[in-house]
C-alpha cells in the first residue's frame, strides 16, 4: 500500500512550548490528511480534516487556535501544538487519502508526546 | 455514519482462521465496509474494504451479508503477528473515518 511517512516519532517538550509534527505523503497525492488522538486504552479520536490549500475542519471539541492544522502541499501535513500542557500527552496520528472515491486512507505511523 | 457493533475481544489459534464478526444494521447504500488493524502503538493499517461483493487479498477476505447489515472479516491463517485490534468502519464518501472501539485479537500459539 501507499507510504505515509509522520515525523517524530516520539517527542518529549515542556509545558508551554510548542510542538510541531509533519506528515508526508511519499508516494500519492494527498488531497485530504486528517489527524487523530489517541489516548492509553482509547480508540482513535478525529481531531480534523484538512484539504489541501483550504483552512482545516475541526471536529466538535478540538480547539483549533490550540491545534494548528497546515495542509501547504499535496504530500505535506503539519499539526502544530501550541503551549502544550500536560493533558496534551497522547499518541497523534495522520491519515492521508487521494480523495477518491472508493479508494482507502493510510495511516502514518504515529507521534508520541510526553509534555513535562 | 452508520454505527458498527463489533465483540470486544476473541482469542484465535495460530494457523486457523479467525473470523470477526461486524454487525452494521443501519448502513446506507452509498457506505462502504472498510476494516483495519492497529497493532500496539502504530498507526492502523489497512486491510481490505467493500460496498456489497465480497473481497479478497493478500491479507485477507470480506463477507458482507446480501442485505449489507453485517459482514465479517476472515485471516484465512491467523499467525501471531496478527494479534491487534480489529476496526470495522462503515464510510461515507467524505472520506472520513471514525473509529469505533474494535476487537482486540489475541493469536495463541
Known amino acids: 500500500g501507499a507510504v505515509v511517512s509522520q515525523h517524530p516519532s516520539r517527542v518529549i517538550c515542556k509545558s508551554g512550548t510548542s510542538v510541531k509534527i509533519e506528515c508526508r505523503s511519499l508516494?500519492?497525492?494527498?488531497?485530504?490528511m486528517f489527524w487523530y488522538r489517541q489516548f492509553p486504552k482509547q480508540s482513535l479520536m478525529l481531531m480534523a480534516t484538512?484539504?489541501?490549500?483550504?483552512?482545516?475542519?475541526?471536529e466538535q471539541g478540538v480547539e483549533k487556535d490550540k491545534f494548528l492544522i497546515n495542509h501547504a502541499s499535496l504530500t505535506l501535513s503539519t499539526l502544530t501544538v501550541t503551549s502544550a500542557h500536560p493533558e496534551d500527552s497522547s499518541f497523534y496520528i495522520c491519515s492521508a487519502s487521494m480523495g477518491r472515491v472508493n479508494t482507502e486512507a493510510f495511516f502514518g505511523q504515529g507521534t508520541r508526546l510526553t509534555v513535562v | 455514519d452508520a454505527k458498527t457493533t463489533q465483540p470486544t475481544s476473541m482469542d484465535c489459534a495460530e494457523g486457523r482462521a479467525a473470523n470477526l464478526p461486524c454487525n452494521h444494521s443501519t448502513i446506507s447504500g452509498n457506505e462502504y465496509v472498510y476494516w483495519y488493524r492497529q497493532i500496539h502503538s502504530q498507526g492502523p493499517q489497512y486491510i481490505i474494504h467493500g460496498l456489497k461483493n465480497n473481497e479478497t487479498n493478500e491479507m485477507a477476505s470480506l463477507i458482507i451479508t446480501e442485505d449489507r447489515k453485517s459482514s465479517t472479516l476472515i485471516l484465512p491463517h491467523a499467525t501471531l503477528r496478527d494479534t491487534a485490534v480489529y476496526y470495522c468502519i462503515v464510510r461515507v464518501d467524505d472520506y472520513k473515518l471514525s473509529f469505533g472501539a474494535g476487537t482486540t485479537v489475541t493469536v495463541r500459539a
Open positions: 508516494d500519492f497525492q494527498a488531497t485530504t
Open positions: 484538512s484539504n489541501e490549500g483550504s483552512k482545516a475542519t475541526y
